[in-house]
Structure formats: C-alpha cells, structure tokens
Nanobody, 114 residues
Framework: QVRLVESGGGLVQAGGSLKLSCAAS????????MGWYRQAPGKQRELVAH???????NYAASVKGRFTISRDIPNNTMYLQMNSLKPEDTAVYYC????????WGQGTQVTVSS
C-alpha cells in the first residue's frame, strides 16, 4: 500500500512563502495524476493544484499565480511552492491522487497570520 507523508507546513505571516513536500513510498508520480488538497476548519477538502502524469499542471482560481506544483519523479516526491500567502490559505494540506485515491496521510498544517 502506498504511504504518503506531507511536510513543510508552519506559521507564516501574510505575504510570506512556504514549500510543502509530499513523499511517497512507491513510484506513483510517473504514472498517476497527483494533487495537493487542503481542508480548512469547518470546510470540505478541496483540490488546489494538480499535475498530470505527463507533467501538465492546473490550479484552483484561488491559488493560481501564487502556488506552483512540481515533482521529483526519481525521488518519489512532490512539492507545492506557496507564495504571497493569505490568511484564507490557512488549512491542513494533503497530497493524493487526482483520479485514483491512495490512503490519506496526516497532512501538514499551514497557518497564515494577518
């Protein structure tokens, strides 16, 4: 079973940056469309960025131009570079497949203060 481990979250002021990492226990990034999701308190989990197996990326309107998704296939790792962070970006961030879901990891908390 594939295991996903997210890291890199933290507390940052509005306008700051963070880079999240997603480490997978198997070679899934080359064969699956993968994404970054987030869940804020009291809200449903939402997909904010995804990258196809071929490397094409797409973003939710709320993060477009500020977030960048990338991956390191040989090292089974995916990243989310987050710039110009806003308080509304505060959430627990998870990685998972876009079309095929693996077991959810524990996520990483991102808190943006105003």
């Amino acid at each position: 079973q594939v295991r996903l481990v997210e890291s890199g979250g933290g507390l940052v002021q509005a306008g700051g940056s963070l880079k999240l990492s997603c480490a997978a226990s198997g070679r899934i990034f080359a064969y699956n469309a993968m994404g970054w999701y987030r869940q804020a308190p009291g809200k449903q989990r939402e997909l904010v960025a995804h990258i196809s197996s071929g490397g094409t990326s797409n973003y939710a309107a709320s993060v477009k131009g500020r977030f960048t998704i990338s991956r390191d296939i040989p090292n089974n790792t995916m990243y989310l570079q987050m710039n110009s962070l806003k308080p509304e970006d505060t959430a627990v961030y998870y990685c998972n497949g876009r079309d095929i879901r693996f077991a959810w990891g524990q996520g990483t908390q991102v808190t943006v203060s105003s």
